[in-house]
């Protein structure tokens, strides 16, 4: 079946460490996208890529980064220049600009220990 | 003012109540809308596409109002499994991040 696989599930970081979380599609969408969710609050974009080798800065991109070589991968990189990195991450995919809706991966959830 | 507002909730409505979700939007140039059931500690996932003529999934309806900028959703008969927070989507063609999405209203049916 095709869907949206977000690793690791669970994930703790030491205070000024690098960590990645993964996000491979095999939808074959063309747009992906990753969300930080923090407890009671809506869905805020960090970054977004429309294409291969292509991608844009959402809302709160500062402390992130990511890359986009494959069509199916889109990694998140939390840097250390985050200070507030715990929150639950997801990633999302489109086909159409979104137009028939988004598919969401079942999210990583990242905290600082 | 916030791009996409919804009732804050939350709502705690009794087995077989029927409860109705309110949302509003700020750009005009808004072309698709939906709805989203996020569980708690899981990813919002698709519960129904928002048309102009107004669609029904089961117990579930949606309504748009393009004029009023508004989008509502209406669950009767609700049952313990509806509990969750109900995400209401724009999606603005044209622009990068093309979904913007409310702050969600959360829903507990009580037996």
């Known amino acids: 079946d095709g869907g949206i696989t977000q690793s690791p599930k669970y994930l703790f970081r030491k205070e000024g460490q690098n960590v990645t979380l993964s996000c491979e599609q095999n939808?074959?969408?063309?747009?992906m996208y990753w969300y930080r969710q923090d407890p009671g609050q809506g869905l805020r974009l960090i970054y977004y890529?429309?294409?291969?080798?292509?991608?844009q800065k959402g809302d709160i991109a500062e402390g992130y980064s990511v890359s986009r070589e494959k069509k199916e991968s889109f990694p998140l990189t939390v840097t250390s220049a985050q200070k507030n990195p715990t929150a639950f991450y997801l990633c999302a995919s489109s086909i159409d600009q979104g137009a028939t809706g988004y598919t969401f991966g079942s999210g990583t959830r990242l905290t600082v220990v | 003012r916030k791009e996409v507002e919804q009732d804050p909730g939350p709502f705690n409505v009794p087995e077989g109540a029927t409860v109705a979700f309110n949302c509003t939007y700020s750009n005009s140039a808004s072309q698709s809308f939906f709805w989203y059931r996020q569980d708690c500690r899981k990813e919002p996932k698709l519960l129904m596409s928002?048309?102009?003529s107004g669609n029904e999934d089961g117990r579930f309806t949606a309504q748009l109002n393009r004029a009023s900028q508004y989008i509502s959703l209406l669950i009767r008969d609700s049952k313990l499994s509806d509990s969750a927070t109900y995400l209401c989507v724009v999606n603005i063609y044209n622009y990068g991040q093309n979904f913007v999405f409310g702050p969600g209203t959360r829903l507990s049916v009580l037996p």
């Open positions: 890529s429309q294409i291969v080798n292509d991608f």
């Open positions: 939808l074959n969408h063309d747009a």
């Open positions: 928002v048309y102009s």
